[in-house]
């Protein structure tokens, strides 16, 4: 069992930034591809980033490229987003996931790929 902790979240003006993090317990952190997800308000949850289990891969949707970027910390069992130049579309609350699968930038952007979840971390950001 993983437990996920967000924290980080808060309410931003466009153009500004933030730092998200996600502490997990265990001690099998480094074995699992961690990713963040976000949810808006009456849409479905989608994928926002992801990084593989040595910190050696990363994959971005398209609509944070550029902007955001994933890190881990595996000896604090932490896995970071830095959101940098944050639009009002970025209002979301943002999930970290954990999952067991094999690295590929095939599935890695889907909520299948992982097993755990946390409770999330509201992110607003004002326009």
């Known amino acids: 069992q993983v437990q996920l902790v967000e924290s980080g979240g808060g309410l931003v003006q466009a153009g500004g930034s933030l730092r998200l993090s996600c502490a997990a317990s265990?001690?099998?952190?480094?074995?699992?591809?961690m990713s963040w997800f976000r949810q808006a308000p009456g849409k479905e949850r989608e994928f926002v980033a992801a990084?593989?289990?040595?910190?050696?891969?990363?994959y971005y949707a398209d609509s944070v490229k550029g902007r955001f970027t994933i890190s881990r910390d595996n000896a604090k069992n932490t896995v970071y987003l830095q959101m940098n130049s944050l639009k009002p579309e970025d209002t979301a609350v943002y999930y970290c996931?954990?999952?067991?699968?094999?690295?590929?930038?095939?599935?890695?952007?889907?909520?299948?790929?992982?097993?755990?979840w946390g409770q999330g971390t509201q992110v607003t950001v004002s326009s």
């Open positions: 990084v593989s289990r040595n910190g050696a891969y990363t």
């Open positions: 265990g001690r099998t952190f480094s074995t699992y591809a």
């Open positions: 996931a954990a999952g067991s699968r094999p690295w590929s930038t095939i599935v890695v952007h889907t909520t299948s790929s992982y097993e755990y």
